[in-house]
């Protein structure tokens, strides 16, 4: 995807249109948030562990700020809508998400 697309697509984000990048996806909510959320690469549910998590969390959010630091839209879209960043990292098996955790006001939550 070349520059000039990422930069089309961040925009729409304002207008309430996912955009996914690799395993991230960032969409906006109708309270004012900007939702960056993960999916984990584990397959099965079982062999999830906290640890794994954490190292695919950490590199969401690297990844997200490399994005901000590439693309100052992003950066104008958060202010201008006033928007509250939440990353967030889930489990999918093709067939229905699961929440694992989020980030929200810097507080990590764990839902499993």
Do not use: Q
Not at 77 to 98: C, P
């Amino acid at each position: 995807m070349s520059a000039d697309e990422i930069r089309a697509k961040i925009w729409r984000i304002a207008d309430g249109i996912p955009f996914n990048i690799g395993n991230m996806t960032i969409r906006t909510t109708d309270s004012g948030k900007l939702l960056v959320i993960g999916l984990t690469d584990v397959i099965y549910f079982e062999n999830i562990t906290k640890d794994k998590v954490i190292e695919e969390f950490d590199a969401l959010k690297s990844s997200f700020s490399d994005l901000r630091e590439s693309f100052s839209e992003l950066d104008n879209i958060i202010k201008l809508n006033n928007l509250t960043v939440e990353f967030h990292m889930a489990y999918n098996d093709g067939k229905a998400r699961v929440g694992l955790c989020s980030e929200i006001d810097g507080k990590i939550n764990w839902h499993i």
